[in-house]
């Protein structure tokens, strides 16, 4: 699904921060692939992390748990909150680099995330998703860390994928 038709979906919400909106940033919302794409680009890359489908069989670029920069996401870092989160303000936000889910995700709109963060796991389940996967890991040096040698084919993006 484009950009645009999932923004158009999912609209941004008024800011908040009260107790409800703040225990969301405990768990850091999902970019849009090309939003996350802007992340890198905009010098964030070292600042995400990678969580994996329960089927490992796509993952998905985030802010990173505080702690938890550059890595997959690990559980034990999970209280730590989003690595974006100062004094209970985002860094991103007004930047337009501020996760679709982050800005969509609100107190009013009680039950939604799960449509939110459904809808942006499908376009992470994707060619152009799994690229800037592949793409984040050698920019940062995960896959190398890792011990993970991916082959011309991983790098071509021929693999397992809806799109």
Same mark, same amino acid.
């Given at each position: 699904m484009s950009q645009?038709?999932?923004?158009?979906?999912?609209p941004p919400s008024k800011p908040c921060s009260c107790d409800i909106c703040l225990g969301y940033c405990q768990r850091p919302g999902w970019w849009t692939v090309e939003e996350a794409a802007k992340a890198i680009e905009a010098g964030y890359a070292d600042r995400m992390m990678l969580e994996m489908s329960p089927e490992l069989t796509f993952g998905v670029l985030s802010p990173a748990f505080k702690g938890n920069e550059g890595k997959i996401a690990m559980q034990v870092f999970a209280r730590q909150g989003c690595t974006f989160l100062k004094d209970d303000l985002c860094e991103l936000f007004g930047t337009g680099l501020q996760p679709l889910e982050c800005r969509y995700c609100h107190h009013t709109r009680v039950g939604l995330g799960k449509k939110c963060h459904s809808a942006i796991e499908?376009? =992470?389940?994707?060619?152009?998703?799994?690229?800037?996967?592949?793409? =984040?890991g050698e920019l940062t040096g995960f896959f190398e860390r890792q011990g993970i040698m991916l082959n011309m084919t991983q790098k071509a993006g021929k693999y397992n994928s809806r799109s």
């Open positions: 645009i038709n999932l923004a158009k979906r999912f499908k376009d =992470w389940f994707s060619k152009e998703g799994q690229k800037l996967v592949i793409r =984040w």
